[in-house]
């Protein structure tokens, strides 16, 4: 499925790729209805779907992703809701060994997420991975959210890769548009993200069960 020998460097997805999307699906579609009714009084019901609402009416866009802009449209602190609920942080299959095979083959491992930084430092003190990246990067410091071609290259302003000897693995497909049309030369999908849902449906990409199936990772042979 992916030859390493040509690939230096490896762009991984947080939430869905690396981490299992349940806390995420859980926190929002489930925990922040249930406070957001606790907090005004409402029906859980009238909740779920008010915010159901509000969450497709920016889907795909950097305010999707931020916790300012949820904490100022709901009119509760969403980080300290997350804090709430750390404990069902958790990673996905093979996540550890993947990242030290990397390592030890040489590879270049860059995080680029959607997420907040609240949401990027709570998990990385959760889950205590991100001494394993040669770098961390959330799209907010750039203000162009992965589904957008451009994100791409932001991320080469701040940490050049050659995209013809690039890895990127996403759960999310509008992401993997956009790096397909940049030019990406390896992608791959995630076909279960939230462990508790059915495998899903990756159109045209390759993908993964988990980590395991891309093993063994091998040093990349670079030009002299």
């Not at 049309?181 to 390759?206: E, M, S, W």
């Amino acid at each position: 499925m992916i030859d390493w020998k040509e690939i230096d460097t490896v762009l991984l997805d947080m939430d869905g790729t690396l981490l299992d999307l349940n806390f995420d699906n859980f926190f929002w579609l489930e925990y922040v209805p249930q406070r957001y009714a606790e907090e005004f009084n409402l029906d859980p019901d009238q909740a779920r779907t008010k915010l159901h609402a509000s969450y497709n009416s920016v889907h795909g866009t950097l305010e999707f992703y931020s916790t300012t802009y949820w904490t100022e449209q709901l009119g509760i602190d969403v980080v300290a809701l997350k804090h709430e609920v750390r404990h069902r942080v958790s990673e996905l299959p093979y996540c550890h060994e993947f990242l030290d095979g990397l390592k030890d083959a040489q590879k270049d491992i860059v995080m680029v997420t959607n997420a907040h930084h609240d949401s990027l430092n709570l998990k990385m003190d959760k889950t205590g991975l991100a001494h394993k990246f040669d770098k961390l990067i959330t799209v907010h410091e750039f203000h162009t959210p992965k589904e957008d071609i451009a994100c791409w290259d932001e991320v080469q302003k701040i940490h050049p890769f050659d995209r013809s000897r690039t890895l990127l693995v996403d759960d999310n497909l509008n992401v993997l548009k956009s790096a397909e049309r940049y030019g990406i030369a390896n992608l791959l999908a995630v076909y279960q993200p939230d462990t508790q849902l059915p495998k899903k449906d990756v159109g045209h990409f390759q993908a993964i069960h988990s980590f395991e199936d891309i093993f063994p990772i091998e040093k990349s042979v670079k030009a002299s």
